[in-house]
């Protein structure tokens, strides 16, 4: 039998709570330590997730004993610092996305991962979700042929709530680190690094970027993308090739359905029902990759986050978005 895989928190928040509801459900692997700011905070997670070590301090997670692998949730200003923290220790990382603020962040957290010889991820669940992954099949099957345009949008109406990380300049916030980056995302796994980016953003009442619209140039392609706390949007993908084109559906980053339009013939609609919400399939990927003694995934490699904060720092100096004090 597989080795149980014993996971930590940082950060109790929103995406905490719905990674820990997939994690529960992964075979051979445990919740076994949460650290929060808040003592309160710390012992009702550690209680509704039937949790032994809880902490009021994030440092205080590596007394835990057999802690495997931590999962960072805390907004993206603190990426770079928590997960360096954790590699210090020779604690193994999984990262939310955005990875960090900027690529030199990105860098440190990779070089401290090489120093202490140790793994580190970026949470890009979107990599591991089997809509996604058919997506790349039946292109690298020739179905569409050449892929020739991209269209794909984030959208919806965040609440005013200008305390809280999406809207507030200091926790990183704006549309486009925040959700502009599964768009991006697509694109770069779908047809690598663009050679030429147009970028354009508008701006809210706290000052993070409402809105940024980009466009990203191929030498026989293009991406047309869209991310937005304004407007409840399509949240959908198309790709277009030279024979067909492939729609996954709301939410494209998560869809459990795609369907495939070849030139001439019946669409065909492909499902993959999960009771999860589908962070399972990234903690597998983590469980597999440290059970095999991996320092990285194959499938989601630091060369590609590397990539995606280049890019994400790209469209900002394009867009005009820029963080007072954390700008590099
Ligand atoms: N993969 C996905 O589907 C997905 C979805 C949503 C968000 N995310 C990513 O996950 C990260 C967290 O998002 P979230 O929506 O969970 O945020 P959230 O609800 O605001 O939770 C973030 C948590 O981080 C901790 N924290 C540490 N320093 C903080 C500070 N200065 N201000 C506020 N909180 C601080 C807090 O937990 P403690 O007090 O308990 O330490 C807080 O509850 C973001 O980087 C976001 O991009 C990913």
Redesign the pocket.
């Known amino acids: 039998m597989a080795k149980p895989i014993r996971w930590g928190i940082?950060?109790?928040?929103?995406?905490?709570e719905?990674?820990a509801t997939d994690l529960v459900n992964v075979p051979h692997t445990q919740l076994h330590a949460v650290?929060?700011?808040?003592i309160e905070?710390?012992q009702d997670?550690a209680r509704k997730f039937n949790v032994s070590n809880y902490y009021d301090s994030?440092e205080a997670i590596f007394k835990t004993p057999d802690l495997d692998v931590v999962y960072i949730?805390?907004?993206?200003?603190?990426?770079a610092e928590n997960a360096i923290l954790c590699l210090k220790n020779k604690i193994p990382v999984l990262c939310?996305?955005?990875f960090a603020m900027n690529i030199k962040e990105v860098q440190k957290m990779i070089d401290t991962a090489r120093e202490n010889d140790t793994f580190l991820m970026e949470?890009m669940?979107t990599r591991f979700i089997p809509v996604i992954q058919k997506t790349q099949e039946l292109i690298a099957e020739d179905r569409i042929g050449k892929i020739k345009t991209i269209h794909a949008d984030f959208g919806f109406v965040a609440p005013f709530t200008p305390e809280?990380?999406?809207l507030n300049p200091?926790?990183?916030g704006g549309a486009l680190?925040?959700i502009g980056i599964y768009p991006a995302y697509l694109s770069l796994l779908l047809l690598d690094y663009p050679t030429d980016i147009h970028a354009v953003s508008t701006f809210g009442q706290t000052g993070v970027d409402e809105t940024t619209s980009f466009v990203f140039k191929y030498p026989q392609a293009t991406a047309l993308m869209n991310a937005t706390f304004a407007s409840r949007t399509r949240t959908e993908a198309l790709i277009y090739g030279e024979k067909g084109y492939i729609h996954l559906p709301e939410r494209f980053h998560?869809s459990r359905t795609l369907t495939l339009y070849e030139t001439d013939k019946e669409p065909i609609t492909f499902t993959f029902e999960r009771e999860s919400r589908g962070?399972n399939f990234e903690i597998e990927e983590v469980n597999n990759c440290l059970r095999n003694n991996k320092k990285e995934s194959v499938k989601m490699p630091l060369s590609m986050s590397v990539k995606l904060m280049s890019l994400l720092d790209e469209i900002r100096q394009k867009a005009g978005i820029h963080y007072e004090g954390i700008d590099g």
Request: positive net charge.
């Open positions: 940082i950060g109790l928040g929103k995406i905490a719905k990674f650290a929060s700011t808040s905070r710390a997670f994030y949730a805390t907004p993206h200003t603190s990426h939310e996305k955005p949470a669940w809280r990380r999406t200091a926790l990183g680190l925040d998560e962070y």
